[in-house]
Every structure is written in C-alpha cells, then in structure tokens.
C-alpha cells in the first residue's frame, strides 16, 4: 500500500540553525500538508500546498518557515533559524482533491532545538 | 475556546469491555476524521464521516450532523487499541484546502 514517507526520523539542532523536514507524499495525490505537534498538545496545521504554491498557511508559519516541491516529489519544510519552541514532532500529510478525502500521515519527524 | 473536543481526556478500560469517545465541535463541517496516533506517534486514519455510521471491524463511528458531535466506538476491546484517539474536523467554511482542525485527542489504555 502506498505510503507518505518522512526523513530523518529525528533530529537535533542548535538554535538558530536551518532545518529541512523532508516528506515524499503519495505519488497520485495533488494536496500537502504540514502539521506539528508540540509535546503534551494537540496537532496544528502549519500550511498546505497546491499547484506548486501554498493554498493556506496558519499563523503558527511566519517567516521563518519555508515549503516547497524542488522535483516533483519530494516536499520540503524549512525551518531558517530555529527556536527552541519549534521542537515539536512534524507531520507531512497528503491527500486527493475533496473534502471526503482521507489524509495519509507520514510517520514525522521529531525535531528537538538545543 | 477549542473548534473540537473530545471526551474524556484519558480512558482506561478492561480488556473486553465497550468503549465510547466522544468529540463535539463548533465549526459547520465538510468532513469529520477519526485518527489513531500510536506511542511512537504516528498517525493512522480510521475513518472519515460526512454523515450517518461507518464500521471497520470492532470500530464504529457515528455522526450526528445537527447536534454537532461524533462519537468513536470500539467493542471487544484489546490491549492493542491502546493509543491516543483524535478527532479532527474539515470546516465548511475553511476554504478548499480541506486542513484539519484537530481535538486534543483521548489516552485510552486497555488493560489485559
């Protein structure tokens, strides 16, 4: 069964730091998404992507975050100077076109900021 | 104020017994998402519901559209369904990106 695949499992960076959460989404599928979850809280909804563009992005993804789709199949989220509150556990997310569609999780990356 | 919550917070539960989690929201909905996230955290979907009842296996969902709220059961339940359980929304209004509004999610430990 297709899956969304997410690299590295884990990782640990000074502050200040660039980070890059990488995800291969399902192959067919048109709509990405990221989403964190803080340690001890519910997951939030980062930003989501279409047509090679961001469609939407929450107020949680301000400057310093960055996304996008170099060749086709990979989706990146960058990170330019992390903070320590942006340890958390990342998840990529891809889906089909429509609301009754289901999301297909990747297994996150867990970042911790030093 | 949160869009979706869910009750309880934590449930613990004898291997065998009915179990009920409870989400309401507050947001008009596309779609509603049943999720499981496992202690290593990734997350599984089990079911999406615009309306009605769905079954897979011992899970079943119901969804009452008017009263705004969902409820996810498991029967026969087993040390294995230990998880975190979440309920996570599609706002109607939310714009065609079809995000997720995620609940707080429910701690149940099955006991053998």
């Known amino acids: 069964e297709p899956e969304v695949t997410q690299t590295p499992s884990h990782q640990v960076t000074q502050m200040g730091q660039e980070v890059i959460l990488r995800c291969v989404p399902i192959s067919n599928h048109l709509y990405f998404y990221w989403y964190r979850q803080i340690l001890g809280q519910k997951v939030e909804f980062l930003v989501s992507?279409?047509?090679?563009?961001?469609?939407?992005k929450s107020e949680i993804f301000d400057d310093q975050f960055s996304v996008e789709r170099p060749d086709g199949s990979n989706f990146t989220l960058k990170i330019r100077s992390t903070k320590l509150e942006d340890s958390a556990m990342y998840f990529c997310a891809s889906t089909l076109p429509g609301t009754r569609e289901t999301q297909y999780f990747g297994p996150g990356t867990r970042l911790l900021v030093l | 104020k949160n869009e979706v919550e869910q009750s309880p917070q934590n449930l613990t539960a004898q291997e065998g017994e009915f179990i009920t989690i409870n989400c309401s929201y507050s947001?008009?909905?596309?779609?509603l998402h049943w999720l499981q996230q496992h202690p290593g955290g990734g997350i599984v979907s089990l079911f999406m519901?615009?309306?009605g009842k769905k079954k897979h296996g011992r899970l079943i969902a119901t969804i009452n559209i008017q009263e705004k709220h969902s409820s996810l059961h498991i029967t026969a339940s087993h040390p294995r369904d230990s998880a975190v359980y979440i309920c996570?929304?599609?706002?109607?209004?939310?714009?065609?990106?079809?995000?997720?509004?995620f609940g707080t999610g429910t701690l149940l430990a099955v006991q053998p």
């Open positions: 947001v008009g909905i596309s779609a």
């Open positions: 519901l615009s309306s």
């Open positions: 992507f279409y047509n090679n563009e961001i469609s939407e």
């Open positions: 996570a929304v599609i706002a109607r209004d939310g714009g065609a990106t079809n995000k997720l509004i």
